[in-house]
């Protein structure tokens, strides 16, 4: 008896806990949103200070900070002043892989979206497009502003771990579809200083992309493309990359990617798909597979998928699977290597 009311006194905590944790999020966006953390860097400062920058009202902020620090997400160093923790550093925007543009566009589009998951669960459709009225993707088309912040945010994403398990040795040209800010791309050009690549995204990331290869010395070894990839992909490359994309579309709009990527590729050139796969449906989820998927669903038409499902897909779309390599640990993403059949 004893030990079932300790059980359900964890129990009641974790889940007040977790009722509360988006509370938590909407705080890491505010300062975020406010640039806390970036004047924070050189070390403490008073609320009024930076109230006073960041055009906050002090008591508020200092109620923010305040609620913060009993958390572990600032610490207090005198009365009214505070420090950033290793955690909140992360949300300085001059760290590598800083995390402030995704806790922005987790703080506003994707909080409004899951405001509305009911929508999603009772029609199967995306609540982005009744919050918003339009797809994701057309949204940010639409708003450069915003455009900007998925770009930066898109940033924060680690090359996946599985490309080092990829031999691109005699590779002349690669081509990075939908390569996002340019990450996986210049580590690729880093490694192989022979060769050239390529890359295709819409307009924002094509300039982030280009902010990157500049700052990484890399800009004359690489085109980059304006243009979408449902009406082509350019040709020419040996290797072919999509990481993390057909993840965020539906079956037959993953196929019309795939179409156009072997339409470009001539026989014997390779695409590698970087994505989580998924543990065969219906059998336990691991920790690591169902909420991506459920971000996937609320946001986007997409989803996470087995690595049966992205083999079938590969295979009608006119690829032969030459290998996969899985990826370790939670979020890693696997690698499926295939070529034009
Ligand atoms: C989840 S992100 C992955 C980015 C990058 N490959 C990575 O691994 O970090 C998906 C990317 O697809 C791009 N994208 C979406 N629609 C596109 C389109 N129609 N044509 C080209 N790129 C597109 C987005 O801009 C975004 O950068």
Redesign the pocket.
Known sequence: MAETSVAGGFARRKLLGILSSSWVAQCCYAVAKLGVPDLLADGPRSVDELAEVSGADPDALARLLRGMASIGLFRRTAPRTYALTSVTDCLRSDVPHSLRQMAVLDGEEVFRSFADILHTVRTGAPAFDMVYGEPF?DY?NGNHAV?AT??DA??A?Q??KTLASCDLSGVGTLV??????G??LAEVLTTYPLMRGVL???P??VRAAGKKLVEDGLAGRADLVE?????GVPSGGDAY?????L???SDEKAMR?LRHVRAAMRPGARLFV?EQLVPEEDSDPDAASGMVDLLMLVLLEGHDRTEEHYLRLLTDAGFALETVNHGNGPNA?SAIVVVAA
Do not use: C, K, Q, T
Request: proline share 3%; no cysteine; net charge negative.
């Open positions: 993707y940010l455009a998925f770009a898109m940033n994403n090359v996946p990075d579809v939908g390569g996002g800010s990450g996986l295709l995204e819409l924002e990331a243009g979408s990839f449902f009406d990359v999509l990481a993390r994309v993840h965020n579309w990617i970087f993403d």
